[in-house]
Nanobody, 128 residues
Framework: EVLLVESGGGLVQTGGSLRLSCAAS????????IGWFRQAPGKEREGVAS????????YYANSVVGRFSISIDYAKSMVHLQMNDLKPEDTAVYYC?????????????????????WGQGTQVTVSS
């Protein structure tokens, strides 16, 4: 059974930092990509960052470039999202998800519909 468990969300002030973690199990970790997505109330789910576990290729939404960083802990089958300089518009439920490394990954790394399995989400709230 594929299982993704997010942790690390919380309440932080503008300009603060949080580190989200995604613990993965139930699939061959290094044959997949892991993505981070977020969904704010009344908005569509959007891609934030993703990474290919096999080659480390990372992708970021324009809105988080220079502030967020995605990384892999191979020993623990975990993916982290370091979020710095947080803004109120970053407030959302953050999800991690996984997909196989088909040919579309490199052209569509942040499209939620391309991901097959999802975690339950963790709330991030940035106060102004």
């Amino acid at each position: 059974e594929v299982l993704l468990v997010e942790s690390g969300g919380g309440l932080v002030q503008t300009g603060g930092s949080l580190r989200l973690s995604c613990a993965a199990s139930g699939f061959v970790f290094d044959q997949n990509a892991i993505g981070w997505f977020r969904q704010a109330p009344g908005k569509e789910r959007e891609g934030v960052a993703s990474i290919s576990v096999s080659d480390g290729s990372g992708y970021y939404a324009n809105s988080v470039v220079g502030r967020f960083s995605i990384s892999i802990d191979y020993a623990k089958s975990m993916v982290h999202l370091q979020m710095n300089d947080l803004k109120p518009e970053d407030t959302a439920v953050y999800y991690c998800a996984t997909r196989g490394m088909s040919g579309t990954y490199y052209s569509l790394p942040l499209v939620p519909q391309k991901y097959d399995y999802w975690g339950q989400g963790t709330q991030v709230t940035v106060s102004s």
